[in-house]
């Protein structure tokens, strides 16, 4: 069964230091991939997406992440996080051909001021 | 904004009791899925719904049931409540079954069972 993993639960950093959140996915098909983040009392929303093409995507805030296809890995990066960025974040894959998603457990990141 | 909107936002029900939730998906999207988020895990899929039938389904017992409206409205049908069905229960819209896998969530129920 696909399944996908990340890391981390638990991550704080001080602001202005760099972020890196692993994800890894077992599926050896097609997939498209995601990062999904939920601020304090907000709903989930997109923060990037990978489909094909370029395996580094820039989304949101200043947020990228890298799909490295030999390591099944879709890691998310950060240069500088910021306060405002303390959030929980889901990784998802989607496997094309059976057209289902699947979510790993989260991260959640807590940015100190 | 028509986004994604559900409700109710909060419930407390009692083992053995049924629960509907209600989701109304973004502007223009034809195609729910609903998830169901324990403490500390991430979404779990439950089922996909796009013309009004079942098209997806994932590891959950028949006590969870669902149907869509013609104007794509959906609801989620959980009976015989458990005490692990205590959940945040979130609705994802999208388009044409979701082939590309973005989902647009709502703020999802959360379901309290005692």
């Known amino acids: 069964a696909q399944s996908v993993s990340q890391h981390n639960h638990h991550v704080i950093l001080s602001e202005a230091a760099s972020l890196e959140l692993g994800c890894n996915y077992s599926y050896g098909g097609t997939v498209n991939l995601f990062w999904y983040v939920q601020y304090p009392g907000q709903h989930l929303q997109l923060l990037l997406k990978?489909?094909?093409?370029?395996?580094l995507v820039k989304g949101i805030k200043g947020f990228e992440a890298e799909f490295i296809k030999s390591k099944f890995s879709f890691n998310l990066r950060k240069p500088s996080v910021q306060w405002s960025d303390t959030a929980e974040y889901f990784c998802?894959?989607?496997?094309?051909?059976?057209?289902?998603?699947?979510f790993g457990d989260g991260t959640t990141l807590t940015v100190k001021p | 904004d028509a986004g994604v909107t559900q409700s109710p936002t909060h419930l407390i029900k009692t083992r053995g009791q049924q629960v509907t939730l209600r989701c109304s998906p973004k502007?223009?999207?034809?195609?729910v899925s609903w998830y169901q988020q324990a403490l500390g895990q991430g979404p779990q899929f439950i089922f996909q719904?796009?013309?009004?039938?079942?098209?997806q389904r994932g590891n959950f017992p028949d006590r969870f049931s669902g149907h869509q409206f013609p104007n794509y409205s959906s609801e989620l049908n959980v009976n015989a409540l458990l005490l692990g069905d205590s959940a945040l229960y979130l609705c994802?819209?999208?388009?044409?079954?979701?082939?590309?896998?973005?989902?647009?969530f709502g703020e999802g129920s959360r379901l309290t069972v005692l």
């Open positions: 998802a894959v989607h496997n094309t051909n059976a057209g289902k998603s699947t």
């Open positions: 994802a819209s999208s388009l044409g079954l979701a082939k590309t896998g973005e989902l647009f």
């Open positions: 719904y796009y013309e009004e039938e079942e098209r």
């Open positions: 502007s223009g999207h034809d195609t």
């Open positions: 990978y489909f094909s093409g370029d395996p």
